[in-house]
């Protein structure tokens, strides 16, 4: 995780061939999201706090820093602060990082998204002769819990859409789901 947000220098770790540049440079001058920031390393963890807070990163292996400017949003589906309560999250970079928190509810809570979902899902898997749900099949979709969030339903959208021969029903849901 390190060498992918820091980068790092030729050498640095077995398999490290060439130099390279992490994400945090290639971000320079725009927006990185971080996805589940909640399990970084607690070094990985003060790395990130130094770039935040000083505008610089080093790359693994190397004792220069580069300076970047780079926006960060960081996502989670862990309760930040139980986590720096217990330990697991530093508490500077909990404030560092919270400083505009939007919370999104699980897609559970917002079946009213799911709809306009599973069309973005099925027209984006087939652009120009995306597969049509049933009103039924949709509420079949509905009434699952959906543990594994959107990523889940975009996976299940998919499969329904390999299987369907054109129309997916509420019977092909209740096999896939």
Do not use: C
Not at 36 to 63: F, T
């Amino acid at each position: 995780v390190e060498s992918e947000l820091f980068g790092a220098e030729k050498g640095a770790y077995t398999g490290a061939l060439t130099s390279r540049m992490g994400r945090f440079e290639r971000a320079d001058g725009g927006t990185l999201f971080l996805d589940e920031i909640g399990i970084l390393s607690m070094s990985a963890q003060g790395k990130l706090l130094r770039v935040l807070q000083e505008g610089e990163v080093e790359r693994l292996g190397d004792d220069r820093t580069r300076r970047v400017d780079v926006r960060v949003v960081a996502a989670t589906n862990l309760d930040l602060r139980r986590e720096v309560q217990a330990g697991r999250f530093r508490e500077d970079l909990f404030f560092r990082l919270n400083v505009f928190p939007i919370h999104l509810p699980p897609l559970r809570e917002r079946l009213e998204d799911l709809p306009a979902l599973v069309k973005h899902f099925a027209t984006r898997l087939r652009p120009h002769d995306p597969v049509a749900f049933t009103p039924e099949a949709v509420a079949a979709l509905a009434a699952y819990r959906w543990p594994g969030n959107v990523r889940e339903l975009a996976n299940v959208v998919e499969r329904l859409t390999i299987l369907s021969d054109g129309s997916v029903t509420a019977e092909a849901v209740r096999q896939v789901v």
